[in-house]
């Protein structure tokens, strides 16, 4: 059915971009037929595995795509792109956490949609305000309404921004008239592709979700060893794709560079602390453990012969989970101590996947023992 074309009303729409504009933020309208591209895109993803059964818009891909459905009395979505870096988010790899949440950066949008609707109320229209919810697919509303284009990273992008943004709308029965698709696109550069640390970028547009650390560190058991090291730093998020991205670059080289919690410091808060300073992450049933079984990871990536006595004490956890990222980081840190703590937590483990993981590392740490040995048996033949 073809999706019926409100009445022009500009005045009413300039008002509103006024009001996105104070605060920096790009505003677009667009109407609520389906988005069926994107459904069947979300579907194909769903069937293939690649969403890695998270949930989001692909709990309900027909909810997501179908603004009717949960907005029946709504003739238009307005919009907004809104700018999120703050002072402290200035280019630097060794980040612990995403800088979209590092603190509650949706506050910005908050503020921005509660202005907007009040605007539309005061005007006599109905207005919902709806932002990071599974009834709608955000980046494509965004899209579509000209605010912004479909990166190959498969964020929504904006001029000036770039990827640094979230995404805000106002459901509402004012005619407003849509605003036209964005005449931009990436073009040649293909700068994030290679960026990706786990190659989780698998053609232009699409991502992976069993491999990209943002959604892999939001997951419920043990992360795939595979992926592991290409962690580094991270706990929570992962910017690499949105760093690489060069319409960002002038937001991000404006910005002075913070600091994040260290995964030392993460590992020794209580799990009171680590509640409250996770509070704005989606963390599976809000357990802890597993913040810490990222953080174990990112701890074990730094290879610190020093950390080795912090992972020794999650070795002997009660969370079997947590015991075996803590053998894993054993192998990784690799310290003369290492061998004998595993060997001597074996004696005593119970757990069968947890002798697993202490296994694989007691033999990745002999084998590399047993090279060195051979390394330095050869040496004076090198010498000579
Ligand atoms: S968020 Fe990180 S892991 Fe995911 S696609 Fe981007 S660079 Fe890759
Ligand atoms: S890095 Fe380049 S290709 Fe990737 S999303 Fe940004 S502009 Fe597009």
């Not at 992976?208 to 580094?232: K, N, T």
Request: glycine share 8%; with cysteine; aromatic share 6%.
């Amino acid at each position: 059915m073809a999706v019926p074309r409100v009445k022009a009303n500009h005045d009413l729409f300039e008002e509103l971009r006024l009001i996105a504009a104070e605060q920096g933020a790009r505003l677009g309208v667009t109407d609520c037929g389906p988005f069926d591209s994107v459904r069947e895109g979300i579907v194909e993803r769903v069937t293939s595995g690649a969403s890695a059964r998270l949930g989001f818009t692909f709990n309900d891909p027909e909810l997501a795509t179908s603004p009717r459905r949960s907005f029946p009395w709504a003739s238009a979505i307005v919009v907004a792109a809104v700018p999120y870096l703050r002072d402290g988010d200035g280019r630097d790899d060794s980040r612990s956490v995403a800088r979209f949440a590092d603190g509650d950066r949706y506050d910005g949008v908050r503020h921005l949609l509660g202005e907007l609707a009040a605007m539309l109320t005061d005007a006599g229209w109905r207005a919902e305000e709806i932002f990071d919810d599974d009834r709608l697919v955000d980046r494509a509303v965004a899209v579509r309404a000209g605010v912004a284009w479909w990166g190959k990273s498969s964020m929504a992008l904006t001029p000036g921004l770039g990827p640094w943004f979230l995404i805000g709308s106002v459901v509402t029965d004012a005619p407003l008239e849509p605003t036209p698709p964005m005449d931009r696109s990436c073009g040649t550069c293909v700068a994030c592709m290679p960026a990706c640390p786990t190659d989780a970028i698998v053609a232009p547009g699409v991502v992976d979700a069993r491999r990209c650390l943002a959604a892999v560190f939001q997951s419920r058991g043990a992360i795939d060893p595979s992926l592991r090291v290409a962690a580094g730093p991270r706990v929570y998020g992962c910017d690499a794709c949105l760093t690489a991205c060069p319409p960002g670059d002038r937001a991000l080289e404006a910005l002075e560079v913070g600091s994040t919690p260290s995964p030392l410091d993460l590992l020794s808060m209580s799990d009171r602390d680590l509640e409250s300073l996770a509070r704005h992450w989606f963390v599976p049933g809000r357990s802890m453990r597993f913040v810490r079984r990222n953080a174990l990871v990112a701890l074990a990536n730094e290879q610190r012969p020093s950390h080795a006595g912090v992972l020794a004490g999650y070795l002997g956890h009660p969370d079997a989970l947590l015991r075996c990222h803590a053998a894993w980081g054993l192998q990784r840190v690799g310290s003369e101590d290492a061998l004998t703590i595993l060997e001597v937590a074996l004696e005593n483990e119970a757990d069968a996947d947890v002798r697993d993981e202490i296994e694989s590392s007691i033999a990745a740490l002999a084998g590399h023992a047993s090279a060195n040995m051979v390394s330095t048996l050869i040496e004076p033949d090198r010498m000579s």
